[in-house]
């Protein structure tokens, strides 16, 4: 991963991490929790690629496993949000460039699901029954819902800033800086040829003049 891309994940990360335990954890929602840190994984993976989006979600994953209050062991998020920054990445378009909100949206509600099912499913493995009492059905559906909800707020933000802070030119494209650079260029071009034009006719004035005095001075002399 490159330095920029590094410096913004980590600050990204750390960012999402202290609202997710001292502002939504704390909201006592009915089902789930707000998952504000899978959504920083998601779009940055979704513009970094599959490799970098994995790396991100483990890092991610084991803060949020060192972080208080955690009650469960170290490296089970960790894993889960590794592969899914892994899965999320592999949604990146060849031209970076998502058409619509459709596919965000899908890779959102796919891995709020499936980051609920693998945490339990790696609890199960390891003794954890909390899901079990809590009610899977009831975690799936709330984590799906508030997920949906907040990623219209959060995803387009990380996937813009990403961009930008790759120095990716599909930043200024979306933005109309593309257009407006394109437009600058092309009416540069313009300019140059017709004063290319413009010095050609000066040029062939100039030779005309010069001719002309040379016969009148020729016939004076005459």
């Known amino acids: 991963m490159r330095v920029n891309r590094m410096l913004l ?35 940055l993976a979704m513009v970094y690629g599959h490799v970098a989006g994995a790396f991100v979600g483990f890092g991610a994953g084991l803060l949020a496993d060192l972080a208080p209050p955690a009650d469960h062991a170290a490296g089970r998020y960790a894993l889960v949000l590794c592969v899914i920054g892994y899965l999320a990445g592999l949604a990146k378009p060849e031209n970076g460039r998502m058409r619509s909100a459709t596919v965000p949206m899908l890779v959102v509600v796919a891995a709020a699901i499936g980051s609920t099912l693998l945490y339990a499913g ?23 819902v508030y997920d949906l909800l907040l990623a219209p707020f959060t995803v387009p933000f990380i996937m813009a800033l990403a961009r930008r802070a790759d120095n990716d030119p599909l930043a200024d494209t979306q933005s109309g800086g593309g257009d407006v650079a394109s437009g600058w260029i092309s009416s540069g071009g313009t300019g140059l040829r017709i004063g290319s034009q413009r010095g050609g ?17 020729g016939v004076k002399r005459l």
């Open 201 to 217: 006719f000066r040029m062939k004035a100039a030779k005309s003049r010069a001719a002309k005095a040379g016969r009148i001075k």
């Open 122 to 144: 790696v609890g199960a493995l390891v003794g954890d029954t909390a899901a079990r009492h809590v009610g899977l059905g009831s975690l799936l559906f709330s984590a799906a």
């Open 9 to 43: 994940s980590a600050t990204l990360v750390v960012v999402a991490l202290v609202i997710q335990v001292s502002v939504l954890a704390r909201l006592q929602l009915p089902g789930a929790v707000p998952d504000l840190l899978l959504l920083t994984v998601l779009g």
